[in-house]
């Protein structure tokens, strides 16, 4: 059974896609940085905006706690301009690797690889599973895992 965003997913990606070939399994995966170092960011922008309005005593009430939060979000945008999103499509046919962009929505943007159907990609275990797949290190989130390891070709008929 296929979720309302896999569905989503496959519908925008129909384009990238070869003609007559059907999409079983998609997993939504993200390279560059960590996962887990989004976090990181986002808490130095926060205490390190806070640290600095208190350093300038511009940190009194409100206004220092806005300025924690907007530097919080600026640590969280910059940890974007280090991520890179993907999307992998198994068909019937092959696993499509695609891009997605770094900001927008669930729209894809190119393929980057094309790879035979019985491409492995695990095991996976984790929150954020890495894996190598197209020359690249992915993290692939929890909820994705369970399609991930159904790459196997005796499992995707």
């Not at 640590?75 to 499509?96: E, H, I």
Request: no cysteine; hydrophobic share 50%.
């Amino acid at each position: 059974m296929i979720s309302t965003l896999s569905g989503k997913v496959i519908g925008r990606a129909q384009r990238f896609l070869e003609p007559g070939e059907q999409v079983r399994r998609v997993v939504l995966a993200q390279g560059g940085i960590d996962p887990r170092l989004r976090m990181v960011f986002f808490m130095v922008g926060l205490v390190g905006v806070r640290v600095l309005f208190t350093a300038m005593g511009a940190a009194e009430g409100a206004a220092g706690y806005l300025a924690g939060f907007l530097g919080g979000l600026a640590g969280v945008l910059l940890a974007n301009g280090f991520t890179t999103r993907r999307g992998v499509l198994v068909t019937d046919r092959n696993v499509v690797v695609l891009e997605y962009g770094r900001f927008g929505g669930v729209k894809p943007i190119r393929v980057i690889a094309r790879l035979p159907q019985g491409t492995r990609i695990g095991p996976m275990s984790g929150t954020w599973a890495p894996i190598e797949l197209a020359g690249e290190r992915l993290w692939v989130h929890k909820k994705w895992q369970g399609d991930a390891a159904a790459f196997t070709p005796a499992q995707l008929g």
